[in-house]
Nanobody
Framework: QVHLVESGGGLVQPGGSLKLSCAAS????????IGWFRQAPGKEREGVSC????????RYAGSVKGRFTISKNNAKNTVYLQMNSLKPEDTAVYYC?????????????????WGQGTQVTVSS
């Protein structure tokens, strides 16, 4: 059973930075993908970024491209989301998700496992 634990959320001023972590365990052998999603109050969950272990593919939503960076530490089985130049509209609960096969999907239904989420609030 795959288990995901997010951390690193918090309150930050506009223009600031945060680094989210997603510690993963329970993967069997084979390829996988890790995605970061976010959900603001009253809005649908949206894909932010993803990473594929099959070929190292990364993807970003247009709204975060150039500001957010996804990376992975193999030794720690952890995927990170570095968020810079944060804006109030980035405020949401951020989730990491995992799927087998390595396809870097952008839709929630493409992922099988989810973490509990971590709150990110961007406000002055």
């Amino acid at each position: 059973q795959v288990h995901l634990v997010e951390s690193g959320g918090g309150l930050v001023q506009p223009g600031g930075s945060l680094k989210l972590s997603c510690a993963a365990s329970g993967f069997s052998s084979g390829y996988y993908a890790i995605g970061w999603f976010r959900q603001a109050p009253g809005k649908e969950r949206e894909g932010v970024s993803c990473f594929s272990s099959s070929d190292g593919t990364t993807r970003y939503a247009g709204s975060v491209k150039g500001r957010f960076t996804i990376s992975k530490n193999n030794a720690k089985n952890t995927v990170y989301l570095q968020m810079n130049s944060l804006k109030p509209e980035d405020t949401a609960v951020y989730y990491c998700a995992a799927s087998g096969g390595g396809y870097c999907g952008t839709k929630p239904h493409e992922y099988d496992y989810w973490g509990q989420g971590t709150q990110v609030t961007v406000s002055s």
